[in-house]
């Protein structure tokens, strides 16, 4: 090894023959891509990706870890997982915190790319010394959190696990993968569960106590240093109530909306179940994940339901959002219990609350029928609530048509729905408002993976970002000048993701400070600029894969909802976004034609 951070190893395993095989990482390549997703990306392109069957034995699921992973930058223990989404059936994308990403860097790792399928129910073993594929009958059908109980039973604490439940077992759309049993860090959109599930695989389990070599250690020490006072100072509210901490704020702003996206004014409600609530009520106590001085993971006591006295981890913001304010739900003890269910059973809480909440709005204008076992399936009843959920994950009665999403749902019953299903290319969006922050509109319409505010356009209209020309926040009504924002923020953003550090702490770093710990870590010699670069690179191959699956300009799209009704009172009335004036801003500055594909010499800039 020659530079820093990595392992310097792909670990491939093809679950249908059982062979396993080790393929070095070209320094090269490591440098042009970094890792997380951006890496996983790259290897994707080893596959037709346009062709691929998501629930076939040909999509690869794909593990990826970052140069930070496994050192002690703070927040820099995550890793990412990809696949094409059976959701969506373009590019799918997760990231989870907890401690798998180190364990598997740890077993001398940099990336597990996961092939074929199991003919019975299996787990992978992975340790610094073999990788062995093994019978996992007695673990299906086991919820997450019992599975990673077993396993780590079996395997040591220190183990890091990864685990499907019920709805992944069931391939649902929407189910995910899990980490950390209890604590319950999901790689949670896209539906990546059920390609686990479609390939029989239960669970993960890595052991291993290697370490990637820092150049610089001391180097690395002067830099978190610098920068720890900063992120200590301004994640004091997550510290205290996690992300629920956000709830009546952003519903002040109409930020978080209500009753499947129709109420923009909803702060008063929003009182009953926000982080003070959840604190008062319901926390028990604090974890963190591995590195992470901020420490917004929470543990709340259940208070309702079969799981009644649990303790396990809260719920965060979106999943307050979703299945209280879209469902117009105000008992937090009906949010616990859904999460906690959720999280159990393996499936994303965003795509499962909006999924309800839309479905609420079909059945009230007559396009769907109340299922036999919930007849009083409306807004508000927060056993409804429940109740669907475990009809979603379990693929029975209405919950099979509902787990399929909200756009092959309006798609199947028709009558104009597809106006109030909220998504991009298929997936559900997360509970941020483009009436309120318009800069979302655009983010939502040109995301890798659809519906997704994880590349933080919206944070240009929060705080402001001097490496990006941005001194102060942006109006958040205005449309002028927000394509060109989301793209810049898009690229910086997806150095987070490919590096593998929490975005919660975005807002206090300057570019220069991870350019330096990257340096520091490889002993490369990346200027600011080449890394902004390679943000953008990762983005433009992950369009040109979308591409390959038929996405242009027709699909860069979003709901008639949130294009053409305006709220009518709250802080944000009246307001809807331009997206045809930021879609063309946002082409130009891409380099992409005017049906959305990258021009040829946009891809010759970027090495692609």
């Known amino acids: 090894m020659t530079y820093g951070g990595y392992m310097g190893s792909i670990l491939y395993v093809n679950l249908t023959n059982g062979r396993t095989s080790v393929q070095e990482l070209d320094p090269t390549v490591a440098r042009k891509y970094l890792g997380g997703t951006g890496l996983a990306a790259y290897f994707m392109r080893d596959f037709a990706f346009g062709k691929i069957d998501p629930l076939g034995e040909e999509n690869p699921l794909i593990f990826s870890t970052g140069p930070f992973t496994g050192t002690s930058i703070p927040t820099s223990g995550r890793y990412a997982v990809v696949a094409k989404s059976p959701l969506t059936g373009i590019w799918g ?20 790319v996961v092939t074929g399928k199991s003919s019975v129910p299996a787990k992978l073993v992975i340790d610094e010394e073999s990788v062995n594929i093994e019978e996992a009958n007695d673990l299906w059908g086991l919820d997450t959190y019992e599975t990673v109980e077993r396993l780590q039973g079996a395997y040591g604490k220190r183990a890091g696990v990864v685990s499907i439940g019920p709805a992944g077992e069931k391939q649902i759309s929407m189910a995910n993968i899990m980490a950390e049993g209890k604590h319950a860090r999901a790689a949670g959109r896209c539906g990546l569960g059920a390609v686990m599930g479609s390939k029989n695989l239960k669970a993960i389990i890595c052991r291993g106590n290697k370490k990637a070599n820092i150049v610089d250690k001391n180097a690395l020490k ?7 006072p900063g992120i200590l100072a301004k994640s004091a509210g997550k510290k205290k109530l996690g992300t629920a901490g956000g709830v009546t704020g952003n519903a002040v702003l109409a930020d978080m909306s209500a009753k499947n996206w129709v109420d923009g004014d909803w ?5 009953k179940i926000n982080g003070e609530v959840l604190k008062r009520d319901f926390f028990t106590g604090n974890y963190n994940c591995p590195t992470c001085i901020v420490g917004c993971g929470k543990t709340a006591k259940v208070k309702s339901g079969p799981f009644t006295g649990t303790e396990s981890g809260a719920p965060e913001y979106e999943t307050i959002a979703g299945f209280g304010a879209q469902c117009l ?3 937090p003890k009906i949010i616990v219990e859904a999460n906690d269910l959720c999280n159990r059973l393996g499936i994303d809480t965003i795509s499962t609350s909006s999924t309800i909440a839309f479905a609420m709005e079909a059945v009230e204008r007559g396009l769907l029928k109340a299922p036999e076992e919930i007849p009083n399936f409306t807004w508000g009843n927060g056993k409804a609530v429940i109740g669907m959920i475990n009809l979603i994950a379990e693929g029975r009665s209405l919950g099979a048509l509902l787990g399929q999403g909200v756009k092959r ?27 309120a922050l318009k800069s979302l509109a655009v983010a939502y319409a040109t995301s890798p993976r659809g519906g997704c505010h994880r590349w933080c356009s919206h944070s240009l209209e929060r705080f402001a970002v001097p490496d990006l020309g941005y001194e102060e926040p942006l109006d958040r009504f205005a449309d002028v000048g927000k394509g060109i924002a989301v793209a810049k923020m898009q690229n910086y953003a997806d150095l987070f993701n490919c590096l593998k550090l929490c ?4 807002g206090q770093l300057r570019v220069s400070d991870i350019t330096d710990w990257l340096n520091a870590v490889t002993g490369w010699d990346v200027k600011d600029e080449e890394l902004l670069t390679i943000g953008e690179r990762n983005l433009q191959l992950k369009r040109m894969l979308n591409v390959s699956c038929g996405i242009s300009r027709k699909d860069d799209s979003i709901p008639f909802r949130i294009m053409k009704e305006p709220f009518i009172s709250g802080t944000s009335k009246g307001e809807v976004p331009n997206l045809d004036l930021m879609l063309i801003e946002y082409y130009s500055i891409r380099g992409w034609d005017e049906n959305g594909i990258p021009k040829q010499e946009t891809l010759e800039r970027l090495d692609l």
């Open 93 to 112: 994308e997760s990231d989870s915190g907890g401690y798998f990403g180190s364990r598997l860097k740890g077993a001398g790792y940099d990336c597990l």
């Open 222 to 228: 002067d830099i978190t240093r610098r920068v720890t």
């Open 267 to 271: 702060a008063e409600p929003s009182e």
């Open 329 to 331: 739900v105000t008992d």
């Open 409 to 435: 749902v309006s798609e199947i019953i028709g009558g104009g729905s597809e106006a109030y299903a909220i998504h991009s290319k298929g997936l559900e969006f997360p509970f941020h408002d483009p009436r």
């Open 503 to 506: 975005q919660f702490i975005m």
